[in-house]
């Protein structure tokens, strides 16, 4: 069983940052697909941005230029660094990944972003 477990997130004002953390549980790590996404209140789940196992990364276009997405494959970390937040990038974030076919959910972090 593969375990998922995000930090980092918090309330912050409109124009701040914060950096989200996933560490995983996974002998393989170094060769998963590894995902963010987001619920914000009331709406469906929806994808934030993907890292490869060969570095291939892609943002969803509501956060790219402000959102980075990196992995530390030595601490089995994925991270989430979010800058210029705004007030709809208010979620719960979510950690993501599908091993054989079964996919794979961290609990969540709540980020705030409010003044």
């Known amino acids: 069983q593969v375990q998922l477990v995000e930090s980092g997130g918090g309330l912050v004002q409109p124009g701040g940052s914060l950096r989200l953390s996933c560490a995983c549980s996974?002998?393989?790590?170094?060769?998963?697909?590894l995902a963010w996404y987001r619920q914000a209140p009331g709406k469906q789940r929806e994808w934030v941005a993907t890292?490869?196992?060969?570095?291939?990364?892609t943002y969803a276009d509501s956060v790219r230029g402000r959102f980075t997405i990196s992995r530390d494959n030595a601490q089995k970390t994925v991270y989430l660094q979010m800058n210029s937040l705004k007030p709809e990038d208010t979620a719960v974030y979510y950690c993501?990944?599908?091993?054989?076919?079964?996919?794979?959910w961290g609990q969540g972090t709540q980020v705030t972003v409010s003044s």
């Open positions: 993501y990944t599908q091993i054989a076919k079964s996919n794979y």
């Open positions: 996974s002998s393989i790590f170094s060769i998963l697909a």
């Open positions: 890292t490869t196992n060969r570095d291939s990364i």
